[in-house]
């Protein structure tokens, strides 16, 4: 694939929006609105940076992800799925330039999907079964990049640590989402695509829920800060060759169940919350590129990948 060189891009900030049940009381509302081009708050000379929007898209094997409708032939069971919810954090979203550096793209501060060097993507519109969440979407990452000539792309999924154990009542948008919020690890979902059997007398729930396990604080009190986690489960994507101007970051449920029995449940929770005992983990973690044992990044990923038009 050849290299893209940029050029100027205009942004447009995203509407704002209410809050919903099961848990995202508090949805996206308009904070404070960024300066992309760094020419009022940062002094910077807009000729030397360039806007970037950067696609993703959700998918079920070749469908496209959609709340009112089901999926079959998924997982060993070969089950029928109807989803319940489909959201991502990403951070630390970089750019490889043609001499294969990493290059950080600024995010855009919108007031409602992006914070600090956060981004959430939403691909459930509280239609259909998707009974968590919220009504608007998001599928783009928008921010600046030093101008160059760009080839690759890479990201964290999840949180960062020094984010990760906020207030979340307090916290701005995205982060301010009680849905994707872990009261018991004091911690963020960085994950949650939520299916359900489609059909069946007692139809088996699969919650996929990915985070930060083992997390310990400085003491015993409810505001004592968490100090460490013993599994981070940041799973690390990268893509060198990356057309970022009309490829697309897909992110495939097929992909993530393959080989896991949907019909029933092993043991643990429902689906898989990141328990490293939990047996329906230990396949989701390997196609998401992580280590159960450890919560670090592993080759081999499955879940992501690339389309091109």
């Known amino acids: 694939m050849t290299s893209f060189a940029l050029l ?44 970037v929007s950067l696609q993703f898209a959700a998918l079920v094997g ?60 939403d691909f459930e519109d509280k239609s259909g079964t998707c009974a968590n969440g ?8 928008v921010g600046t990049v030093p ?34 919020w872990w009261s ?10 939520d299916m359900t059997e489609a059909s069946g007398e007692s139809p088996n729930v699969f919650n996929m829920h990915l985070g930060s396990v083992g997390c310990e604080k400085s003491g015993d009190g409810a505001g004592d800060p968490v100090t460490s986690c013993e599994r981070p489960n940041r799973p690390s994507v990268v893509f060198e060759d990356f057309d970022i101007a009309t490829d697309t970051v897909t992110v495939d ?22 328990g490293p005992t939990d047996p329906e983990c230990a396949g989701v973690f390997e196609h998401l590129g992580v280590s159960l044992e450890t919560g670090a990044p592993a080759a081999g990923q499955t879940v992501f990948g690339i389309e091109t038009p």
């Open 147 to 180: 101008v160059g000539t760009y080839s690759g792309i890479q990201f964290k999924v999840g949180v960062p640590f020094e984010l990760n154990h906020a207030d979340v009542t307090a916290a701005d948008s995205p982060l301010n989402l009680s849905g994707l």
């Open 62 to 121: 070749e469908n496209a992800f959609a709340c009112n409708t089901t999926f079959t032939g998924l997982g060993s069971s070969d089950s029928e799925m109807a989803p319940l919810d489909f959201r991502f954090y990403v951070h630390d979203v970089e750019l490889l330039n043609e001499d294969g550096d990493a290059v950080a793209v600024e995010l855009t501060q919108d007031g409602k999907w992006q914070v600090d060097d956060v981004a959430l993507l």
């Open 253 to 274: 449920y097929a992909a993530l169940v393959a080989g896991i029995d949907l019909s029933t449940d092993g043991g643990g929770a429902p689906g898989c919350m990141s």
């Open 184 to 193: 018991w690890q004091s911690g963020y979902k960085f994950m949650r695509i």
């Open 8 to 51: 100027p891009l205009s942004l447009t900030g995203c509407d704002d929006a209410d809050g919903s049940s099961d848990g995202d009381h508090d949805h996206h509302d308009a904070g404070h609105m960024g300066n992309d081009s760094g020419t009022e708050d940062g002094g910077e000379d807009a000729a030397t940076s360039m806007a």
């Open 134 to 141: 919220t009504t608007d979407v998001n599928s783009t990452v």
